[in-house]
């Protein structure tokens, strides 16, 4: 090629290349822009979920912005106290349920007690023996970093937690963006993704109670799922590491550690990126000789000693396969781990340390919860009968654990639902606290192995029909919703997106359509896999949720014009193949 039509090229490349990254951060705007302004318009900007969890993070938050506590993670009772006063007004304590739902929909009632809480004056922290300090006691302490940082930025005020949201999500899709502005259908999958945060309300997925916004510590977690795509398409096309890409990098894994300490099932991110790298190791490394499709016994028997030799062979070849896993965006995440866990064994008061209180939410907790629900009859009788006695609730695992602590021989329990007397050794003497919550958490872990294994095939019947119920309810959001709505918006989305790589995909980039779709369907895969051993709700699998409604949109955008594509290629006589390089 002559010098100036090889000048001219890398011009017409580079305004291309403009063009392309100014319209995507344009359509992302655009999306995020009208989320919020339909969000706003539904009040969710002031609304939060019913209970005390996000009243003890802002609590805490307060405790050391405003009257510098300092203790780690650890707030005064007296704030929380004013907090509540406010929030559940005429809603005796919890019990009024009407009540609460328009208290904790009111702008001016929760401002009102956010400023009062940090308007108390000069206040001295006593201790944990007089009641006068409060913990998370079981919840995940990241909401307490997420207030901070949101009133920091915003003001106290209840909107500044739904504008941070909104502001953490924006910054996570321009880093994208910038890093992956040369990759079309990347571009097409976070911009669905995008849309995906818009059509969500319209499926029957939000509420009053449990998940009535965006932010919070059962819908925060969704944060995570661009900072996920980030690190999955680093890997899937071996971007190179430069200070750029480094300090976008830094930058969402910030923002995923920040999601994950508000709510830990997060950490299926960790567990996706890990999988999905070793999984391209393993691919780089297979042999290609292996016979795939063959056509005799006699063929078929040398594919299977092809594949045992090739398996033998990957075997041997671990040191490349350890290398080819720990990418340098595997060696961020992990360097992220190590840096929260130091940062926690720094900041926390030694009170996250002993029985009585946890820094996170149970795991077993959740798993026994699913039992209760989905396997009654893995349950001991005399637990079963304090369950349907009292109710099911958060606390119903409390059963399960004092009837294994009585079978012991360790506290003793008369097999009423009954907390009189108090059970020496199980409740805490700390005011306020309840059940000792870590001892709590280790005695549930060992009933749940104790059942398992006295009861292997029930529970291997639990688990294989839990596939089939996670389906079920991840389709209950679309299926349920009052109006098709939401399904006239994926089409809408996967238009978009086709007209989008129409006008911004090369050619040569087709290749790319079936890698990032299959590494959609492996995200949604993986972050519904924590459900399957706990329990099976709606509200607490918002990640795949999500991510569903914007694989939907994504794959029919990606679909369409890669059949379009590909009939194109296929009316084109062979002599333009060749020229085309096809």
């Not at 900041?347 to 939410?361: A, G, N, R």
């Not at 639902?417 to 805490?428: D, E, H, L």
């Not at 679909?559 to 296929?570: D, F, I, V």
């Amino acid at each position: 090629m002559p010098p100036d039509q090889s000048q001219a090229k890398s011009v017409d490349l580079t305004r291309f290349a403009s063009s392309r990254l100014l319209v995507a951060l344009l359509l992302a705007g655009l999306i995020i822009g009208l989320t919020m302004h339909s969000a706003v318009r539904r009040g969710m900007d002031h609304a939060v979920m019913i209970g005390p969890g996000d009243q003890a993070a802002i609590a805490i938050s307060l405790s050391d912005s405003i009257y510098k506590v300092g203790l780690g993670y650890v707030g005064l009772k007296k704030v929380f106290d004013t907090i509540q006063s406010y929030w559940n007004r005429d809603a005796s304590g919890w019990s009024n349920l009407e009540q609460l739902k328009v208290n904790f929909h009111d702008r001016e009632l929760l401002n009102a007690g956010i400023r009062a809480a940090a308007s108390l004056g000069p206040q001295t922290p006593g201790y944990f023996a007089d009641g006068s300090l409060i913990t998370t006691f079981y919840d995940d302490m990241g909401e307490v970093d997420y207030v901070t940082l949101a009133f920091g930025l915003f003001g106290l005020k209840i909107e500044a937690l739904f504008y941070f949201y909104f502001t953490l999500v924006s910054l996570a899709a321009l880093v994208f963006i910038l890093t992956f502005q040369d990759r079309a259908f990347a571009l097409a999958v976070v911009l669905t993704t995008l849309f995906a945060y818009y059509v969500e309300q319209f499926l029957d997925f939000f509420d009053l109670v449990a998940i009535p916004t965006y932010w919070g510590m059962r819908h925060s977690s969704t944060l995570c799922l661009i900072p996920a795509m980030h690190f999955a398409f680093l890997l899937l096309w071996r971007k190179k590491l430069s200070w750029a890409v480094a300090a976008g990098t830094a930058l969402q894994l910030a923002i995923l550690i920040l999601a994950w300490r508000v709510r830990g099932s997060v950490a299926w991110v960790f567990i996706f990126v890990t999988v999905l790298a070793a999984a391209l190791a393993v691919l780089e490394l297979w042999p290609h000789s292996v016979v795939s499709r063959p056509r005799s016994w006699v063929a078929a028997g040398r594919g299977v000693v092809e594949l045992a030799r090739s398996v033998a062979t990957l075997a041997r070849s671990w040191r490349s396969l350890l290398r080819g896993t720990l990418r340098w965006p595997v060696v961020f995440l992990l360097l992220g781990l190590v840096a929260n866990a130091a940062y926690n064994r720094a900041m926390l008061h030694p009170i996250y340390k002993t029985d009585d209180v946890m820094p996170y939410h149970g795991i077993w907790h959740s798993v026994h919860l699913g039992l209760i629900l989905n396997a009654p009859d893995a349950i001991t009788p005399r637990a079963s009968h304090a369950i349907k006695t009292e109710g099911l609730s958060d606390g119903s695992t409390a059963w399960i654990a004092r009837d294994y602590l009585d079978s012991i021989h360790l506290i003793p329990w008369d097999g009423r639902p009954s907390w009189s007397p108090s059970p020496a050794g199980y409740v805490s003497p700390w005011p306020g606290l309840g059940p000792k919550i870590a001892l709590h958490e280790r005695v549930l872990r060992n009933v749940y192995f104790e059942r398992l294994k006295s009861q292997p095939l029930r529970f291997f019947q639990l688990y294989a029909s839990r596939p089939m119920l996670c389906l079920q309810v991840l389709a209950t959001p679309f299926t349920q919703a009052r109006t098709l709505t939401w399904l006239w918006l994926v089409a809408a989305g996967g238009v978009g997106a086709f007209i989008m790589l129409i006008g911004l995909a090369r050619t040569e980039e087709l290749g790319d359509a079936p890698k990032v779709l299959a590494v959609g369907a492996a995200a949604i895969f993986t972050a519904t896999s924590p459900n399957m051993l706990a329990y099976v709700a709606a509200y607490a699998m918002a990640d795949s949720i999500l991510m569903i409604a914007g694989f939907m949109a994504a794959s029919l955008g990606i679909g369409a014009y890669a059949l379009l594509r590909s009939l194109q290629r296929r009316a084109l006589p062979p002599a333009v193949l060749a020229d085309r390089g096809a």
